[in-house]
Structures are given as C-alpha cells and as structure tokens.
C-alpha cells in the first residue's frame, strides 16, 4: 500500500522560520504596548463550551456555519467548540473569577473559523487583543482604540484607516429597537432587490443584511437608514465622548454609519482598522466595539466591556504590502566547524550560548568544506574552526565570514573576544 500523502488541513498553513519569526516579533511587539498600557495576559483554553460561543449570536455566520465543534468523551459527553475568537472566552473567565474590576486584559492566539479560504483568510488563524471589563467609561474606549493605534505605527504601518460607528444600546429601552424597526421596514420594502441570501438573513436579523458584501445588495444598503440617527441620548453623549477623546489625542478616524461586525454582542461603540493595501474583503486587519451585555449573557454580573482583536496573519501582509517591519534575522551569530570528531564544537557551542551567543554546528563528522558550507547558509559572521592542528595547540581559528580574514585564537579566549566582536 503506498504511503498516504498527509497535506496540512484545508485553510491552515505550517509556518517556517523566518515567517515564523516575524509572527512572533509581531506578538512580542504587541505584548510590550499592551503592559505600557496596564494590561496583563490572559492565557485561556483553546476550546470552550460551545455554548459560550452561541452568545456570539444565533444568526451570526461564525455561530451557524464556521464552528469546528465536537464531543468529548465524557458520559454525558460535553460538547465542546475550538475558539472562533477570545472575546467570549475572556468573559466566560470573568464570569467564572470575577476578577476586581476594571479588569484590563490582552491576549494572543490561534482562532478557529470553518470560512472558505482565501488570501488572508484562513481557517486557523492568529489574533493579538484587549479587553476592559467593568467600565462604560467612554475614555475606555478611547484608550484601546488609541492603544491599537499606536501598535500599527510601531510596526511602522502609515495606511491603516479607523472606521468608527456606534450601535446604540440593546435591550427594550434600547435605541437598536426603534433602529431595527426602522431598518427591518425599509429592507422588508426593498427585499425583491436584494440577493437571496440577504432575503434569508434579513428573516433573522436585519442588521447582518448590512454586513454583506455581495454586489447585489450594495445599493439597497446604500439607502438604508443608519444607527446613529437613532441614538438614544446616552448612547449619543457616549459616542461625541469617544469621538472628542480620539480628536484630543490626534487618532484619525472616518464614521462609518452601516459598520455593524460580524458578531451580535456589539453595543455602542464598534470600529475597525482597514488596510487599504490589501485588496478586496480581506483589508480588515482588526475590528473590536463594546460588548456591555455579554458577562450577563456568560452567567455573570452586568457588567460594561471593550476591546479589540486584530488579525495578526493580515497584518503582516498588510506589512508586506507598506514595506515595513522586515522579516528579521533568525540565524545564528557564530557556526563551530569542527573536523576532530564533533566533541570540541559541543564543548564550544555550550560555552558561547552560556554567554549569550548564539551558536550552531553541523552533526554527523562530515568533511571541513560540507561543514563550511553550512557555515556559509547559517548567516552567522564567524566560524570557528577546530582542526587537529588547533586542537593540539589549543587554539581555533575564527574566520569572519563575510571578507575570509581569520586569525588564530586561544580556545580560553574565544568567548572573550567574540562577545567583544558581538558588541562592536
Ligand atoms: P473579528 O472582526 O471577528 O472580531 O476578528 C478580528 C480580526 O481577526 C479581523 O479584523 C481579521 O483581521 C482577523 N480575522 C478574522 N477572521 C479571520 C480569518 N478567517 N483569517 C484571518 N484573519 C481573520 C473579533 O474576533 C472580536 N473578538 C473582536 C473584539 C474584541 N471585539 C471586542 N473585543
């Protein structure tokens, strides 16, 4: 029987070095803009309840079609859903801990979503976010919204667009009641216009018909009435609060009244970050808003949320695409090419690593050009050779690879004078 012919699963990718490398700069980037701003990381499990993931709303696609559930074997058995985003995972926690509020968080990890594959969307997936929780604060919103800001410029990203929208408050009393009245007739008029999938949706929630990027139902959308003609009066003080808080700190934004996302949790404030670089429905490198009522919905206390998640796969092509934030080196500083046998490179490689240098070598005693060769591909800027000759005398000789210069070094002094080299 031939040998089966194993592919990575459809709409996931092995990342190698150094995309790999640059993934995790990326990470360690936002981990140091996150802890400036005071927030601390939450590492949370990989898969949940599903049902934690049903309060990302009932009509939403991420709920009814891209879920990767299954059962566990427990009796009864439990089912259980890999994480399509952290935002309900993160609330489930603070249902679960009730942690001292303002409870401000940042995350990073693989999302799982069942979507169609395509340039940038994938079904695994990494985001980095935050999360405020217990706080309706508008400067809240303000800060994250700055704080994601701020990442993208570090990254030394210039075109990211901020898109900014408020959906009201949900509820009975809510402004989105009067405003889905208002929407849901308009669309109900105008349904012989829109495609066949919009007509289903419209059945569900007419508010995800906005959300829809199919040609056919663009100029319906175009039409239709927007939110924030609706506001209630809180809800409208809390969205010029937001706004006056981004102008304060000189944060660009453009209002975008039919912005609702992907996801029902979203009250008030909603935004998203837009990388004109990147072309077609895939441009959106973020999107966050508040999410006042889903802690209640978790089995916890009301309590008042914001965050944000960005999409740290889009981002970098979104990186590609500016030019910016290079994929970084992930070589090594010194290759050890030993031709006496392979004990004296193992004994010089755990000298210079113990002293901070990054070392490799080559395995398996093949000859002084082989070895050479992989010197020359590791990037590094020495090797450090050890032939007989060396060995008798005690010495190695340090080669700079870059011009060919060597000169022949007291083994005793190696890590010495190469930690000096490094410094230079
Ligand atoms: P989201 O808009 O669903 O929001 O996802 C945030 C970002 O994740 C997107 O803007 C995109 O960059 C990236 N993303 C989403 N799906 C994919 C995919 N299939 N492939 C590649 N990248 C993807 C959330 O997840 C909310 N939890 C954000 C939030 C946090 N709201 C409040 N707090």
């Known amino acids: ?13 092995d990342i190698f070095p150094p995309e790999s490398t640059r993934l995790r700069a990326l990470i360690d980037e936002f981990a140091v803009v996150a802890a400036r701003s005071g927030f601390g990381e939450v590492i949370s499990p990989i898969f949940e309840d599903l049902g934690v993931f049903r309060r990302l709303g009932e009509s939403t696609d991420v709920v009814t079609k891209e879920m990767f559930d299954f059962f566990d074997k427990g009796t009864p058995p439990q089912r259980l ?17 009730r942690p001292v509020p303002p409870w401000k968080v940042w995350y990073e990890g693989p999302q799982f979503r069942y979507e169609q594959p395509q340039a940038g969307r994938y079904r695994q997936f990494t985001q980095v976010g935050v999360e405020v929780l217990g706080t309706d604060d508008p400067q809240a919103d303000v800060d994250v919204i700055v704080l994601a800001a701020g ?16 959906l009201g408050s949900s509820g009975h009393q809510g402004s989105r009641v009067a405003y889905e009245q208002a929407l849901r007739s308009y669309l109900v008029a105008h349904a012989n216009d829109l495609s066949a999938q919009s007509q289903v949706t419209l059945e569900r929630n007419p508010l995800r018909v906005l959300d829809s990027k199919r ?15 609706y506001l209630d009066a809180e809800s409208a003080a809390h969205f010029s609060a937001v706004r006056a808080g981004l102008e304060a700190v000189g944060v660009a934004y453009e209002i975008s009244p039919r912005l609702v996302r992907g996801l029902d949790y979203y009250t008030r404030t909603t935004f998203e970050f837009a990388a004109p670089g990147l072309t077609g429905a895939q441009n959106a490198v973020g999107g966050g808003g508040r999410f006042d009522g889903l802690v209640e919905a978790l089995g916890g206390p009301a309590t008042a949320g914001i965050g944000f998640a960005l999409g740290v796969d889009r981002i970098l092509l979104a990186c590609d695409a500016e030019g910016v934030f290079d994929t970084p080196f992930c070589g090594v500083d010194v290759f050890v090419v030993d031709v006496t046998g392979g004990t004296e ?3 010089v490689c755990t000298d210079l690593r113990q002293a901070g240098i990054a070392a490799d070598r080559g395995y398996g005693g093949r000859s002084m050009k082989a070895q050479m060769k992989l010197a020359n591909r590791s990037g590094a800027d020495f090797a450090v050779i050890i032939g007989e000759d060396e060995l008798r005398s005690g010495e190695v000789t340090l080669r700079h690879l870059g011009d060919g210069t060597q000169q022949r070094v007291a083994r005793a002094a190696l890590v010495n ?7 230079l």
């Open 345 to 347: 490179a193992l004994k």
């Open 417 to 423: 004078q190469l930690g000096k080299k490094r410094a």
């Open 215 to 229: 040609s056919q139902d663009r100029e319906v959308i175009a039409g239709a009435p927007v939110m924030v003609d």
């Open 81 to 97: 859903a890999l994480r399509p985003e952290l935002t309900a995972s993160i609330c489930r926690a603070y249902a679960e801990h």
């Open 1 to 13: 029987m031939a040998a089966p012919n194993f592919r990575a699963p459809k709409g996931t990718r």
């Open 151 to 166: 990442f993208f410029e570090s990254l030394g990203l210039r075109q990211v667009e901020l898109a900014l929208n408020s």
